[in-house]
């Protein structure tokens, strides 16, 4: 295990510098590609010399968003469709790329969804400042705007969580076939750190990475989607900002451990991208996505023996 300083030393390493480690060829692929940070992340890593399969679930969105990056000059990007949410077309896209590449370097699981129901009119007009969201304070203001109803919930869990575990286990043996150890890079949120699990029994079992296991993990979320269904998701202790979202990220954080764990020759990390401008967040957020994509692109450029089963926040190592 990498001291502290180590990892710093490591990160401090330029990207441009990155691009050449590896002195073959990568290829890379990120999910929810057609637009926000994923898209960003993609033209970063392009720019850097990694050969990316740019992926969105709709075929249109995703052709379209791989035209503007080779019309900028980027004739590594490629297209193939994923539905995170489909086993069909997790398939497909591993077919793909068995029959291009063989392999598969670096997979960011990027694609994300809220999991409200939302007035976008009626949130505009409320005028929040990013520094109410960012502490907190907004979640009284918007009780009337954004309603968690079950098939938000189910399909946010289905898509924060399931989706990026069923890509990164559809790519394994693709990922296995990385001869320097693959990277994956899981974005996640500062709303799925534990010290916000409200429920403190919950908190300790999700951070005791001893003894967690996926079934653990199975049975929160379930428990979530029932107390959804019978309204009870703050008595139940779930947290009342944006409740499937939190947990959705909270369990990601988890499983990016576990992992990381089960894969120690990888380098299996997750970040939150900070607070960005994108369709998302309903257009919140103030930082630009050039700065969102900086630490998804900083841990799938990562160097041999750098950090793993780690949390980051944009570019620093965090507390999960
Ligand atoms: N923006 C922020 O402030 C912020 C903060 C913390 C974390 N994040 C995380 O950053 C990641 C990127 O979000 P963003 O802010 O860039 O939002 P965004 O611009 O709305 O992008 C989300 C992407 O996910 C895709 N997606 C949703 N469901 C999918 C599915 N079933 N299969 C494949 N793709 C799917 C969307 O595709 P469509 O275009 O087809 O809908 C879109 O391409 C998410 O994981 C999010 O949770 C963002």
Request: aromatic share 6%.
């Amino acid at each position: 295990m990498l001291s502290f300083p180590q990892i710093q030393i490591l990160l401090s390493i330029r990207l441009d510098e990155n691009a050449d480690l590896f002195g073959v060829s990568r290829y890379a692929v990120v999910t929810g590609a057609n637009k926000g940070i994923g898209f960003e992340t993609v033209r970063q890593l392009a720019t850097a010399g990694v050969t990316v399969v740019l992926t969105a679930r709709n075929q249109k969105r995703g052709v379209e968003a791989v035209n503007r990056l080779q019309q900028s000059g980027l004739s590594n990007v490629l297209f193939h469709q994923l539905d995170v949410l489909d086993a069909q077309s997790i398939h497909s896209l591993a077919q793909f790329i068995q029959t291009r590449f063989q392999r598969l370097h670096i997979l960011v699981n990027n694609a994300g969804a809220t999991g409200v129901e939302v007035d976008e009119d009626g949130l505009r007009a409320k005028n929040i400042d990013p520094e109410i969201w960012l502490a907190g304070k907004a979640v009284d203001m918007i009780q009337d705007v954004m309603k968690t109803t079950y098939d938000a919930a189910k399909e946010c869990i289905q898509t924060n969580y399931y989706g990026a575990k069923n890509v990164t286990e559809g790519l394994l043996p693709l990922l296995q076939r990385s001869t320097s150890g693959a990277r994956v890079v899981n974005v996640t949120s500062l709303r799925g750190e534990l010290s916000r699990v409200p429920d403190e029994r919950r908190r300790k079992e999700l951070g005791d990475i001893d003894t967690l296991t996926e079934d653990k993990i199975d049975r929160i979320l379930q428990q979530f989607l029932q107390d959804v269904q019978r309204e009870a998701i703050e008595t139940n202790g779930w947290q009342k900002m944006l409740p499937a979202y939190s947990i959705s990220k909270v369990t990601l954080n988890a499983y990016t451990r576990l992992f990381a764990r089960k894969h120690p020759d990888m380098c299996v990390n997750c970040v939150h991208p900070g607070y960005v401008d994108t369709d998302l967040n309903w257009h919140t957020g103030p930082l630009t996505v050039e700065e969102g994509a900086r630490g998804s692109v900083m841990l799938a450029l990562l160097p041999d023996g750098g950090p793993t089963g780690c949390y980051f926040d944009r570019t620093n190592v965090a507390c999960f």
